[in-house]
């Protein structure tokens, strides 16, 4: 089983062009990897580096705070055999929200893809089941972005009144 | 004295009226909304250190059909608030409604796009207790209070 510090060399070894960040936080380790190859990278965690579980699959938004893009598609990864943690990390632009599906690798990832659609209206290419998981059905945003507004546009009193 | 004197002793008289309020403020059933904290010390009520069976209250209904009190204990989101509508209409009259805490009455300090700002805003509320949570003593005497509403009230106004 490789560490985390080897797991970050042999991602870059096999994705040189590709990998366009890094870093180190409290003990855990991440890569960011372009979008186009974030699949293949987290295929190769799983089977050669032993990281067998997705634990989350989440996003920020980084509106206006000087980020190269707008959001970041992050995938926490565990490895059960060495207990080691990893995260990789993808850029989104706002114009194109779209990451391809990890669902092929993960039975775990169709849950945090409509958390993060229903949240932060990323689209998942190849989820085939990508409904809202959060909120009701017919919720009209994606309360996650940092330009919704916190008190919503009127959506909680959009109900009919009872009386006696 | 009248007309009890030519009763059999241990019949008495009374207005329907008197009587059927009578029975109603002693056996309200409550359907408990419990979503959040506050449906604790709802339950709290319940047991027998606080005992709401001596107001007559203790029968909890699950199922709408049999209850006539409602108490909405807890934080209302949009996806919960037509559940509580579809509740609350298939409850039968008369029936009487309880916002238990802060955040069933006015959205507490949750003044976010998911919360409901007050269950009032929607349903009708006959009494409202403050707190967060509302000790079992403020159900309790939310309950006095509903009992003295249906006491005083016109039978032919509910029916
Ligand atoms: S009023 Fe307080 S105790 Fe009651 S549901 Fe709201 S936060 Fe919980």
Redesign the interface.
Same mark, same amino acid.
């Given at each position: 089983m490789a560490t985390q510090e080897e797991s970050i060399a042999a991602v870059i070894a096999r994705f040189p062009d590709d990998v366009v960040g890094q870093g180190v936080h409290a003990g855990q380790h991440w890569v960011f990897v372009k979008r186009e190859r974030v699949i293949e990278a987290l295929q190769l965690l799983r089977d050669t580096l032993g990281y067998d579980m997705l634990m989350d699959l989440t996003a920020v938004d980084y509106l206006n705070q000087g980020a190269p893009e707008r959001f970041c598609v992050v995938y926490q990864l565990y490895s059960l055999a060495s207990n080691e943690y990893f995260r990789v990390k993808t850029w989104v632009p706002e114009g194109d929200p779209t990451v391809d599906t990890a669902s092929d690798l993960w039975k775990s990832a169709p849950w945090g893809e409509r958390e993060t659609w229903d949240m932060f209206g990323i689209t998942f290419k190849g989820n085939k089941d990508l409904r809202r998981i959060l909120? $009701?059905t017919d !919720?009209p945003g994606h $309360?996650l972005r940092k330009d !919704? $507004?916190?008190?919503?546009?009127g959506? *909680?009193?959009?109900? $009919?009144?009872?009386? *006696? | 004295m009248g007309l009890e004197s030519w009763m059999p002793e241990g019949a008495l008289t009374t207005r329907v009226d008197e009587l059927v309020k009578w029975g109603r403020k002693n056996s309200l059933w409550p359907m408990p909304f419990g979503v959040a904290c506050c449906a604790i010390e709802m339950m709290a009520t319940l047991t027998s250190r606080y005992d709401l069976s001596r107001f007559g209250s203790e029968a909890i209904r699950f199922s709408p059909r049999q209850a006539d009190l409602m108490i909405v204990s807890g934080r209302i989101s949009?996806?919960m +608030? &037509?559940v509580l509508?579809k509740i609350?209409?298939q409850m039968p009259e008369p029936k009487y409604c309880i916002s238990m805490g802060a955040c069933a009455s006015c959205g507490g300090i949750f003044?976010?796009?998911? +919360?409901?700002?007050g269950v009032d805003?929607?349903? &009708?509320v006959d009494v409202y207790i403050p707190g967060c949570p509302p000790r079992p003593e403020g159900l309790i005497d939310a309950v006095i209070k509903i009992q003295e509403m249906v006491a005083n009230e016109k039978m032919s106004k509910r029916h």
């Open positions: 909120m $009701p !919720y $309360p !919704y $507004p916190l008190k919503g546009n959506e *909680r009193f959009n109900f $009919p009144k009872y009386s *006696r | 949009i996806k +608030m &037509p509508a609350w209409e003044d976010t796009y998911t +919360m409901v700002q805003n929607f349903i &009708p």
